[in-house]
C-alpha cells in the first residue's frame, strides 16, 4: 500500500468499531527483532493487534490477530 500523507495514513489505523478494531502495540513487541531483520533508517515499525468480526455468517466469523506497518510517513 502507499500513503501519501500522514492524515490518510492515520485515518486507515484508526479502526474502533464493533466489527473491526486495532489497538497499538507496545514499541517492545517489535515483529523485526522477533524475526530478526533490520528496519531500515527514516522508517517505522508499528504493530496492531486486530480483531475482526462478521455477523452475516451462522455462527459469527470472528478473527483475532496482528497486523504490522512499516513506513516513512510522519516521520
Not at 40 to 49: C, N, V
Request: glycine residues 6%.
Amino acid at each position: 500500500m502507499c500513503f501519501f500523507d500522514e492524515s490518510y495514513w492515520l485515518s486507515f489505523a484508526d479502526r474502533d468499531s464493533d466489527e473491526e478494531r486495532w489497538k497499538p502495540l507496545p514499541p517492545e513487541s517489535s515483529l523485526a527483532t522477533r524475526l530478526g531483520f533490520i528496519v531500515p533508517p527514516g522508517f517505522h515499525e508499528q504493530g496492531y493487534s486486530t480483531y475482526a468480526r462478521d455477523d452475516s455468517f451462522e455462527p459469527p466469523f470472528e478473527e483475532v490477530g496482528e497486523v504490522w506497518i512499516y513506513n516513512d510517513v510522519g516521520q
